[in-house]
């Protein structure tokens, strides 16, 4: 006697990964309702930039004033608390990126864009306010060595955090 059994029923195969890869049906865009696009809203990237672009520009003259007129030397009557408040949004900002990188937080490209900006900064301002000798030396090893790398990783960190737009 042979048994023989019927196979169950099956339910017809999706693939997942390809419902994934098709692309999502396109939206017209909204108009007003007498038909006539608002142009206002697709002026405003151009605008915001070359508003940007003039503020920067602007700024040109006064770096000529600042390179003429700031003394060669000055005091700080609170250089310790600026640099220790410095350093510590540095350390801050080292925190927050890794708490958003372990979160797999999209966020985290800001936070990494903010402390390789902090970084380049610090770099800058040791070289250039170390006395000559000894301390400039190791500011610019500091520099070199740890600041400025450190501050590379961060900005491709920044890049690969950045969400993909499909």
Not at 45 to 52: K, W
Not at 73 to 80: E, K, L, P, Y
Not at 156 to 164: G, N
């Amino acid at each position: 006697m042979s048994l023989i059994t019927a196979a169950p029923p099956s339910r017809p195969r999706t693939d997942r990964r390809a419902a994934l890869r098709t692309p999502a049906p396109r939206v017209a865009p909204r108009t007003p309702a007498h038909g006539v696009a608002s142009r206002a809203r697709s002026r405003w990237p151009v605008r915001l930039g070359l508003g940007l672009i003039g503020a920067g520009l602007a700024l040109l003259p006064w770096l000529f004033v600042l390179a003429t007129s700031l003394p060669a030397t000055a005091t700080a009557a609170h250089w310790r608390v600026a640099w220790v408040g410095f350093d510590m949004l540095e350390a801050l900002s080292f925190v927050t990126t890794g708490a958003l990188v372990i979160r797999r937080d999209a966020r985290a490209c800001l936070t990494a864009m903010v402390t390789a900006t902090l970084l380049v900064a610090d770099a800058w301002f040791d070289v250039s306010t170390a006395a000559p000798g000894a301390d400039q030396v190791t500011a610019v090893a500091m520099a070199v060595l740890l600041e400025i790398p450190l501050a590379v990783f961060s900005v491709v960190l920044a890049f690969r955090m950045l969400p993909r737009q499909r």
